[in-house]
């Protein structure tokens, strides 16, 4: 058996890590949108695999017996390919998704479902800290006018695509109080952020909620129809089955 661990996330790392411990045959996958990534701890290889056709000579030049999708909800594209893909190629697949996250007391969220219709909700002159990645920021470019911080992993090495933008370069995880203090050293009135789930990343909002700072949600995109787990335990579970 050699699985394709499709990874990018905390979750896929930590089923990388079991993985390599129980001494299972896997290849784990990155996007390679961050330049210094982690160690999985597995054979991995980076970057796109040159579209559908790319993908379907990959899976049989390494003889991949099962699929494993734990990549970020957002990665939309790549799971509904491969879970396509794996059907019509009878592979078993399986998609790790976190849960998203919900409002608290206290939060004050607005969900929206494309990142153009951020601007209309975030008066001219703002402060609005954008916790949504460097891909695809210029679909934000509706936000001039605003003053924006932007966190990104690592340099991007390029200007900001639009004006009165900046990067802040953090990698996580961040504490709520860290948050806390940034957005109070900032001044930010406004966070804008995926409904990307998760534990760790979740200190943000719980640093919105206690700052009074107006959240703006982006809804999830529409995930493929597929076996679906929530955890890293099912998800290792489903591995240890096959
Ligand atoms: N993918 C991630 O690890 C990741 C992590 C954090 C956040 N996000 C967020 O998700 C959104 C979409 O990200 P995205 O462009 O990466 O996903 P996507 O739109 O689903 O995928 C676009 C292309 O990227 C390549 N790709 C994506 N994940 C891959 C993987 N694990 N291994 C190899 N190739 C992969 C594939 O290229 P080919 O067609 O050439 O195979 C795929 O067709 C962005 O907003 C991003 O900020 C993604």
Redesign the pocket.
């Given at each position: 058996m050699t699985l394709l661990l499709?990874?990018?996330?905390a979750e896929a790392r930590a089923i990388a890590g079991a993985l390599a411990r129980e001494g299972r045959d896997a290849i784990a996958?990155?996007?390679?949108?961050t330049r210094q990534a982690a160690d999985l701890g597995l054979a991995t290889r980076v970057?796109?695999?040159?579209?559908?056709e790319?993908?379907r000579v990959f899976l049989a030049k390494e003889k991949i017996t099962a699929i494993l999708d734990a990549?970020?909800p957002?990665?939309?594209?790549?799971?509904r390919?491969s879970a396509r893909v794996a059907r019509a190629s009878g592979l078993p697949y399986l998609q790790l998704l976190r849960p998203g996250w919900t409002p608290q007391d206290g939060d004050n969220w607005t969900m929206i479902d494309k990142e153009e219709e951020a601007a209309r909700l975030v008066p001219e002159g703002a402060a609005v800290f954008l916790a949504?990645?460097r891909?695809?920021l210029e679909r934000f470019d509706g936000l001039a006018g605003r003053r924006i911080w932007c966190r990104q992993i690592d340099s991007p090495g390029q200007a900001f695509p639009f004006e009165g933008g900046q990067y802040l370069i953090g990698r996580p995880p961040f504490s709520v109080d860290q948050e806390v203090a940034l957005f109070r050293r900032l001044g930010i009135e406004w966070l804008i952020v995926?409904n990307a789930g998760g534990a760790a990343s979740r200190s943000k909002l719980d640093a919105a909620r206690l700052l009074g700072i107006a959240v703006v949600m982006i809804r999830r995109p529409a995930q493929p129809e597929a076996e679906r787990v929530e955890t890293v335990e099912a998800a290792l579970d489903w591995v240890r089955g096959l």
């Open positions: 499709l990874a990018g996330t996958s990155l996007a390679g949108a970057g796109g695999f040159g579209g559908e790319g993908f990549t970020h957002f990665a939309a594209a790549i799971s390919r949504t990645g891909q695809g995926k």
